[in-house]
């Protein structure tokens, strides 16, 4: 098993940072053409002298200079191929958020045309380097949802999808993930919340804030609670909030249970508010949380979905957002960091987002992580869904000494050293 932490997308490196290498290889290339011309001026000089070439090996000299030169031209080389390279980065990541506002926002997604126009005419191989790029992510990023059995992929919609013939459902799931699997930000869940009770289960002190990825999991709620809320205060006075959000309770939907396959399909298929979403809203309202407060989010699997949901509201102020095998992926601004956790073979995380966009999301602190095969080899790709397996990713994360995780590691011990209460409160939500 591999695990791997990217900045999510098709494009994992930042093409001006490539370019400024680049930049660097070409200079040093120069320096070594420099030197390469001073040491066949030596030789030169040495070989026109009287009887000093014997002596001091001549020979020698030219033949270093020629070793030096080859390898500022192998450098150039390589500097001129680290520069197309990066366009070609840049071209893949322009069209996919190009694709991405063409539905609600054209007038930006125009805009981009023409770097884009100014990238494709730099070099005649980069459009064809660019769309390979993005060719080759789209097969590597979903390796689960068709490898799972139908039925249980069923189950993951609603109910209704067991009415439909398995011979549809397959392609129909193929048609509705690339659309339905992202979420842009700005959006609004159409229809009227409905009507849940929330009730507190619980409220107590905690003695510190998460400070690594997998403490931020640990504290997504079990037993009857589905949402909780930590209110946490700051030296200043100023409070904050964390919303942690769990994923379906039953795949049987119309009963007391919010967090059921009905609120599943009013997420992903009708963009509605689902009684789960209006029950993790009142439990923010109930803990404190008022229109413009900063609320990060935590959810996993349908909870991811709630989340992405709040986090593109608007609502709040959301600068960090965590989903765990979620069927949806908010498409943040450059200041909202995302922290995607998912699994190639996992038919929710994976598969009913189709891998999520191709274009890089949020700031550059953003991170995608992914370990393959986490279902063990299965016959069945759920268990990569399941949140054992999640933790497993993110405890190996967390070792990891990836730069981005480390970073993460000191913008959350920095947060908890900050904050001198946290205040968790349990909600569990029913429809009446």
């Known amino acids: 098993m591999t695990l791997e932490i990217t900045g999510g997308g098709a494009i994992a490196v930042d093409p001006n940072e490539m370019r400024a290498v680049a930049d660097r290889m070409a200079a040093t ?10 040491l066949r001026r030596a030789h030169h000089a040495v070989s026109s002298a009287w009887r000093a070439g ?14 030096v030169a080859e390898d500022a031209d192998e450098l150039g080389d390589d500097a001129r191929g680290t520069t197309i390279m990066a366009d070609a980065f840049e071209l893949a990541d322009l069209r996919s958020e190009q694709q991405l506002l063409a539905v609600e926002h054209p007038l930006e ?18 459009d064809g380097m660019a769309l390979q790029l993005t060719a080759a992510w789209e097969r590597s990023s979903v390796d689960g949802m068709l490898d799972a059995p139908v039925d249980q992929l069923a189950a993951i919609l609603g109910d209704s999808a067991f009415h439909m013939p398995l011979w549809l459902l397959a392609p129909l799931l193929q048609r509705i993930t690339t659309s339905a699997g992202t979420i842009l930000n700005g959006t609004r869940l159409s229809g009227e919340a409905p009507p849940v009770v929330v009730r507190r289960a619980s409220t107590h002190a905690v003695e510190r804030a998460a400070t690594t ?14 949402v909780a809320v930590e209110k946490r205060t700051h030296a200043d006075g100023t409070t904050s909030f964390v919303a942690y959000i769990d994923g379906t309770r039953t795949i049987r939907s119309g009963f007391e249970e919010p967090w059921d396959s009905g609120s599943n399909w009013d997420l992903y298929i009708d963009r509605e508010q689902s009684a789960s979403y209006a029950a993790t809203m009142e439990a923010l309202r109930q803990a404190g949380a008022e229109p413009g407060a900063r609320v990060d989010l935590v959810g996993y699997s349908q909870g991811g979905a709630i989340a992405a949901a709040v986090a593109v509201s608007g609502v709040y102020t959301t600068s960090r957002v ?16 995302l922290i995607r956790v998912v ?25 995608t992580i992914s370990r393959d095969d986490a279902a063990n ?27 981005r995780v480390e970073r993460m590691h000191d913008t959350l011990r920095s947060e908890a050293d900050d904050i001198v209460s946290v205040e968790r409160t349990e909600f569990h939500a029913t429809r009446p």
């Open 343 to 367: 699994h190639p073979d996992d038919p929710v995380g994976a598969g009913l987002t189709s891998g999520g966009p191709a274009a890089s999301i949020g700031s550059p602190d953003s991170m």
């Open 109 to 126: 997604a125009e805009l981009l045309q023409g770097r884009i126009d100014e990238l494709v005419a730099s070099y005649p191989a980069v």
């Open 29 to 38: 290339a120069a320096r070594l053409s420099a030197a390469a011309d001073d």
């Open 54 to 67: 014997s002596r001091v090996g001549a020979g020698g000299l030219w033949a270093t200079a020629q070793h």
């Open 322 to 337: 965590m989903t765990v095998g979620s069927p949806t992926v908010p498409v943040l601004d450059a200041d909202q960091t």
């Open 377 to 403: 080899g299965k016959a069945s790709t759920f268990g990569a869904h399941m949140r054992d397996a999640y933790d497993e990713t993110l405890a190996l994360a967390d070792e990891s000494g990836d730069a």
């Open 213 to 226: 990825l997998a403490q931020l999991t640990q504290r997504l709620p079990d037993g009857k609670a589905q």
